[in-house]
């Protein structure tokens, strides 16, 4: 594994379901951060974990998203009761705690709400 | 607080045209700075960085230098192919996150 990897690629999903995104970070890399971009714009920050420990949480992230990152090492990314405006694409990125180190994108989760 | 600017798009040019994409900055601190390219449908790929004053970054024959007396970090290329469509976006990053401008979107006709 030489990238961030993402599932699901794509998600549709009725208005007031719930989704659940996972990101697999590169292997050594104990940072992981979540993004949200939609059409036209640049990513979002939304939030980012150092290891297990979330240490910093965007205006964005409402309380119908929750993050985890339980070992260390993969995350989720858990939309509750969707809404349309939720459409967009879900970015996970992954670094190494180091100022300057660059921060690596997977494809990104695309949902769609309905 | 800290963001980033970029240059509104589109932007279109013939092939073998030279590129410049406008990008400036607002950070406390020193931050780094990155170019990332986005294809349809794809994730972002990092393009080029640079970490600390006058430092040029480059890569696939694009160039950028970090500029703090001008806070900018201008993305050039000599020659554009068909190959360099895209959506380009700066980015700073300051120790926690990373800020991106709103992205350019570059196409380039044969």
């Known amino acids: 594994d030489t990238g961030v990897s993402q599932d699901p690629r794509h998600k549709i999903t009725k208005r007031g379901q719930n989704v659940t995104f996972r990101c697999d970070p590169i292997?050594?890399?104990?940072?992981l951060y979540w993004y949200r971009q939609t059409l036209g714009q640049g990513p979002e920050f939304l939030t980012y974990?150092?290891?297990?420990?979330?240490?910093?949480k965007s205006r964005l992230l409402s309380d119908r998203f929750s993050a985890e990152r339980p070992k260390g090492s993969f995350s989720t990314l858990e939309i509750q009761r969707t809404e349309q405006g939720d459409s967009a694409m879900y970015l996970c990125?992954?670094?190494?705690?180091?100022?300057?180190?660059?921060?690596?994108f997977g494809e990104g989760s695309w949902l769609t709400v309905v | 607080g800290d963001s980033v600017t970029q240059m509104e798009g589109p932007v279109t040019l013939s092939e073998e045209a030279f590129l410049t994409i406008n990008c400036t900055y607002t950070?406390?601190?020193?931050?780094?700075l990155f170019w990332y390219v986005q294809y349809p449908g794809e994730g972002l790929q990092l393009l080029l960085k640079?970490?600390?004053?006058?430092d040029k970054g480059s890569n696939k024959g694009f160039e950028a230098t970090y500029r703090k007396e001008t806070t900018s970090f201008h993305l050039e290329k000599g020659s554009v192919q068909v190959s360099d469509s895209a959506v380009y976006f700066c980015?700073?990053?300051?120790?926690?996150?990373?800020?991106f401008g709103t992205g350019t979107s570059l196409t380039v006709i044969p």
């Open positions: 980015a700073l990053f300051t120790g926690n996150q990373f800020y």
């Open positions: 974990f150092q290891n297990e420990a979330q240490l910093e």
């Open positions: 292997s050594e890399h104990n940072r």
């Open positions: 950070a406390t601190g020193y931050p780094s």
């Open positions: 990125a992954s670094s190494l705690d180091r100022l300057g180190n660059t921060i690596y």
């Open positions: 640079a970490t600390k004053a006058d």
